[in-house]
């Protein structure tokens, strides 16, 4: 990221940091609730990749839909996600935005686009193709982002959707958050290619960035997104970024060396957010504002979700099971 911004760049730069804040300290206060045994089931975070959040959500116009991955927070709460329903979900109170019953990795808000999380690896990217196929149909000039990890990139299912989405030159951006490891084992022991060969393979544009500048994202996601709008098809986004924490919380690492448990190693997003808005003039005080807006908000929605109710067993039964009629 230059050191040196115009106005315009600085201003833009401002509000993906206050997202990046948004992410990062919502994904820090879920750690202290996880091991208080206050989140029910497993939670996978995204500390370290808020850059790619922030950057990709600020090139979607309101129609766009998304899908997301196990490692979704960040993405919906970039999108606007509220973060009262997103506590009381990722918490299993009756008042969370899926009333308690998806949890972390199925949030969902069809509301704002957000066609959900889901715990099956590189699910998410047929169900953002066929958003995409439906906004073609309708016509509405909107697209779709199907978010994906470098782990994903041996499904089978990947391969498919970029197959059909250029055949039918589909309004959808994949973007994948390349950290180099696909659950316990680096990338590379599990998909011999590279995907910006795999994306030329079926004749759509690639762009590889660097994943932890929230600037360069924001740019490259936004020319991507006006290519799509333009009728020039799918796009790949691949953002180069690292993963702070483990596959899941509480994931020992002793797969991973010193060097890759370095919170810093890839330049940690905030701080190079952070730095540059310094050099630029921002003062110190604006950005400890920023900081310090975002965590009253937080320990709100966190206080709002302790006193919720947990949901009730009957409706979540009603909407499995369906009693037949004649």
């Not at 959040?53 to 919906?76: E, F, I, K, Q």
Request: glycine share 14%.
């Amino acid at each position: 990221m230059s050191a040196v911004l115009a106005p315009a760049d600085r201003d833009r730069l401002l509000g993906l940091y206050r997202t990046m804040q948004l992410v990062r300290q919502a994904e820090s206060a879920l750690t202290r609730l996880f091991a208080d045994g206050e989140v029910p089931g497993f939670i996978h975070l995204s500390i370290g990749q808020e850059a790619i959040a922030a950057g990709v959500a600020s090139a979607l116009g309101p129609g766009d839909t998304l899908a997301t991955t196990h490692r979704g927070h960040g993405h919906v709460l970039a999108r606007g996600l509220a973060l009262e329903g997103f506590f009381k979900e990722v918490m299993g109170r009756a008042g969370g935005i899926c009333g308690g019953r998806g949890g972390s990795m199925h949030v969902a808000d069809t509301s704002l686009g957000i066609l959900g999380a889901n715990g099956i690896v590189g699910a998410g990217i047929p169900i953002a193709l066929g958003s995409a196929m439906a906004q073609s149909v309708l016509g509405s000039g909107a697209l779709a982002v199907g978010f994906f990890g470098d782990g994903a990139m041996a499904e089978g299912v990947l391969h498919e959707t970029l197959n059909m989405a250029a055949l039918w030159k589909s309004p959808l951006l994949l973007v994948c958050e390349n950290n180099g490891w696909s659950e316990f084992s680096p990338t590379a022991r599990q998909f011999a290619a590279r995907l910006g060969g795999l994306a030329a393979a079926f004749g759509i544009a690639h762009e590889q960035v660097d994943g932890n500048d929230a600037l360069a994202v924001a740019d490259a996601a936004a020319r991507a997104v006006a290519a799509i709008r333009g009728g020039r098809g799918p796009r790949v986004l691949e953002c180069m970024t690292h993963r702070v924490s483990g596959h899941f919380e509480g994931d020992p690492q002793k797969y991973r060396s010193a060097d890759e448990l370095d919170p810093g190693a890839k330049g940690d997003p905030l701080e190079r957010g952070r730095a540059a808005l310094a050099a630029a003039g921002v003062p110190q005080a604006t950005l400890d504002a920023a900081a310090q807006d975002v965590a009253v908000r937080i320990e709100a929605a966190i206080a709002a979700a302790r006193a919720d109710a947990v949901p009730d067993f009957a409706p979540a039964l009603a909407d499995v099971y369906t009693v037949e009629t004649r």
